[in-house]
Structure formats: structure tokens, C-alpha cells
């Protein structure tokens, strides 16, 4: 397994361009979802700095926290609560260019400006979500969801 992650310059889709092999090598042969949570969230971190990157995994009904790289956050999101909850219960990406117009944001760091959360389908269920938080206003859009889907899908979340 490669020991450093090598950081590319350059717009949002050659950075991302870079990252997802680089992702998809440290992922093979590791069949461990929590250990495969935890690398992606690091290596988003490293490429594109942004103030939070997790995952909330569904649980009971809930999304519980699972693997993320910032500040610390809030443990438990329940459905239609927050951008996470929102994204879960309608099933479907949420980009929100400044959090504080949407109703009902769950502010875990008052830094957090913008955000994108992916839901994660297996078989048209909702089993967790990715998201991503920036100290930037508008900093997510079309060309993340885009690449962190391909990114979601290289785990098996069943
Ligand atoms: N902002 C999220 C809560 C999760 S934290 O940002 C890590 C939301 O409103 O769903």
C-alpha cells in the first residue's frame, strides 16, 4: 500500500481525476467497510483540505456517525433533521451554497458555510450518507457529486 498520498494541483475535476485511483488502489484487497470508510474520508481530506468529510451511517433509524476527518460532531441525525436528515429522507443529493439559508441546518462547527451529503442506495435504500463541509460559501457543486459518487461506489456498503 502506497505510504503518502500524492496531492494534485489543478481545477476540482483534475484534482479529483488524481484522487479516485489513488482510492481505488488503497481499497483493494481491504474488504473492511469501517477501514475503507475511514481511508476515504482521510484522503478527501488531504486532497481537497474542506472543514469536515464523514459519513452517518443509518442505524435503528438514525444516521449514527461513522468514519470523518475535522472537528469533532453531532452523533445522532434523525430523519428530516439537518441537511443530512433532508438528503436521507428524500433520498437524493443536496448541494446548499450557504447553510445558513436552509432551514434547519445542524450547525456541529459555526466554521461550516456550504455542503454537499450524497446518499448511499443499496437496493433503493438509503444505508448512510456522505458529507462534505466547507468554511466557504458555494464551494460544492455538480463536479463533486459527480466524483464523490464514483467514490461511494467503490465501497460495498451491503
Ligand atoms: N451540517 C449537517 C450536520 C452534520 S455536520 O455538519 C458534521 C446537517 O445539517 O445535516
Redesign the pocket.
Known amino acids: 500500500m502506497a505510504e503518502d498520498l500524492l496531492i494534485q494541483k489543478g481545477t476540482k475535476k483534475e484534482q479529483y481525476q488524481s484522487l479516485i485511483p489513488q482510492v481505488r488502489a488503497l481499497l483493494t484487497g481491504e474488504d473492511d467497510f469501517i477501514a475503507n470508510l475511514g481511508n476515504i474520508t482521510a484522503s478527501l481530506k488531504e486532497q481537497f483540505n474542506w472543514l ?1 468529510i ?1 459519513f ?1 451511517i443509518v442505524k435503528n433509524d438514525e444516521l449514527v ?1 461513522g468514519p ?1 476527518q ?1 472537528p469533532i ?2 452523533t445522532r ?1 434523525r430523519k428530516g ?7 436521507w429522507e428524500k433520498a437524493e443529493t443536496l448541494i446548499v451554497a450557504d ?1 445558513e439559508r ?1 432551514p ?6 459555526s466554521r ?1 458555510r456550504s ?1 454537499i ?1 450524497i446518499p448511499v442506495m443499496v437496493d433503493g435504500n438509503v444505508v448512510a450518507v456522505l ?1 462534505a ?1 466547507s468554511d466557504e460559501l458555494s464551494a460544492f457543486d455538480e463536479t463533486d457529486e459527480k466524483y464523490l459518487k464514483e467514490i461511494i461506489d467503490l465501497v460495498d456498503f451491503e
Open positions: 469536515w464523514g452517518y456517525l470523518f475535522g460532531a453531532c441525525i433533521r439537518g441537511v443530512c436528515g433532508t438528503s447553510v436552509f434547519g441546518h445542524i450547525a456541529c462547527s461550516a455542503e451529503v458529507d463541509d
